[in-house]
């Protein structure tokens, strides 16, 4: 790929105006999120989706999760049931990703729902992505910021070292609060599927949908990324169940535990699974580095955010 320089900005007004110009022009721009950094485009220009898979080295076309400004916005381009409305009323703006029947006549690319008669939206609460959307005033698909198979971005600075000279802009919005990626619903059938575990835990979506059934091995796993076996991977192998650690190791550990040194990163000492989600992609970056042999990964309990967590975990451990 032809190497384009990267300006990053804030998110002030002028930041933002130069953003909605090249999104409006086509071009991908890496956004601030509340789960991660997201490459954004126009959701409704195949050209520009096509953009997006070509700056992440995306192997396949997958179907990409479309960002709106508000729920009218969602309702023009997919059908919400009353569960959907429900969820939409209780949990937007917020990590949660509907997969809904797609309006035959909604403007979005093909490509971004990979031809698929189904659309994931999701409104996400991000002050300056919100007001970018507003701005734009078309819809935006945007999967993680980050080169395929690497670890999903919490600051514009992961960006910039994953996508530099590949997009033309990245606005900078701080660190992303939740950390890991939106949980996915799926809602075109009878019962609501769990398609990603993510940001919103399993137990605040079951209050509301009761029971959440597990999506079909086979039949799902070739249209989402986010739940390819071996997804997420630092460079070093990464061992889970950790209790000893060896001396070319380094540690990402969790809750009290007395181990220190440079090549340990505690996600949590106090054992609060929702600090550790906002942590777990920039500590397995910081103890991704040259020499070190393996990441051993201490044991995290798999309650509330901890599904995410592990599942994310999972997935960098896989064989490669
Ligand atoms: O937190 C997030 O969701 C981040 C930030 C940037 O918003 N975005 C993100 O997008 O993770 P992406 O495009 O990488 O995630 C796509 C996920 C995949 O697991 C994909 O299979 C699923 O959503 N998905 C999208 N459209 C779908 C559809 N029509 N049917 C089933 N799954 C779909
Ligand atoms: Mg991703």
Do not use: C
């Amino acid at each position: 790929m032809e190497r384009i320089a990267t300006r990053i900005v804030d998110g002030g007004p002028a930041g933002l105006a130069q953003a909605a110009e090249t999104l409006r022009d086509g071009q991908p721009v890496a956004v601030p999120t509340e789960t991660v950094y997201g490459l954004a485009v126009d959701a409704t220009s195949d050209q520009a989706v096509a953009r997006v898979f070509a700056a992440k080295d995306r192997p396949r076309f997958n179907p990409l999760i479309v960002h709106v400004a508000d729920p009218a916005e969602a309702a023009a381009h997919a059908l919400l049931d009353d569960r959907a409305e429900h969820l939409v009323d209780t949990l937007w703006p917020g990590p949660l990703t509907l997969v809904l029947r797609r309006r035959p006549r909604s403007a979005i690319s093909l490509l971004a729902t990979a031809g698929l008669d189904s659309v994931a939206v999701r409104m996400p609460s991000h002050p300056v992505t919100r007001r970018l959307l507003a701005m734009v005033g078309r819809p935006l698909a945007a999967p993680s910021a980050n080169r395929s198979g690497e670890v999903s971005p919490t600051t514009a600075q992961h960006v910039l070292e994953s996508l530099g000279g590949r997009i033309p802009l990245i606005v900078a919005g701080g660190r992303a609060t939740v950390g890991v990626e939106s949980s996915v619903v799926d809602l075109t059938g009878d019962r609501p599927v769990l398609l990603r575990p993510g940001g919103l835990p399993r137990a605040d979506l079951e209050a509301l949908l009761g029971p959440l059934a597990e999506p079909e091995p086979s039949a799902e796993a070739p249209r989402s990324p986010g739940r390819l076996a071996s997804h997420y991977a630092p460079k070093a192998p990464v061992r889970l169940g950790a209790v000893e650690v060896g001396s070319d190791e380094a540690l990402l550990t969790f809750g009290p535990d007395l181990r220190r040194g440079e090549r340990v990163r505690n996600l949590s000492e106090t054992g609060d699974l929702a600090e550790a989600a906002a942590n777990l992609f920039a500590f397995l970056r910081d103890l991704d580095r040259p020499g070190v042999a393996a990441i051993a990964v201490a044991p995290i309990p798999d309650r509330g955010l901890g599904e995410a967590i592990n599942d994310r975990l999972r997935r960098a451990a896989a064989p490669r």
